[in-house]
């Protein structure tokens, strides 16, 4: 089975020209984790993900920090809002190299993209590298696991 036949067709995708603020915006209208950043002629140039955005707010000594467990709580920290400044800056500072998959490539192949690269999303161009679609692990998943029944009676909701 091919990407295409699995993949979200409708996609919510920003524009390389925008800003921080107008990702966050996008993010938190569209309840998404991912957004593809594309230019003019819809050719995907990168990513942007939620984890992008919020790395902006996250205190520098987490990088530091393998255990979590002593911190019961970062206070202040949770209520901590970017200057305008940092808010203004153009998303080609926080987003990605764009990761992809072509639209025939294999479940398998697009599957080994997200797990190689720790994404949940991931986008999918023709050959012409223009943004078509995207693929989650949820769709890769439910994709693969509806092979396991084929042609066979057992395929029963529980």
Known sequence: MQVGQSMKKEIITVPFTATIADAANLFRAHHIGMLPVVDDAGHLVGILQLRNLLHLIMPAFVDLIEDFDYVGDFGAMEDYEPAQEELNKPISEVMEAPTSVYEDSGLVRAFAFLYKNHLLDLPVV?????????????????????????????????
């Open 126 to 158: 023709n050959r012409a590298g223009m943004l078509v679609g995207l693929v989650s692990r949820v769709d890769i998943g439910r994709a693969l696991l509806a092979t396991w029944w084929k042609g066979t009676s057992d395929n029963q909701s529980l």
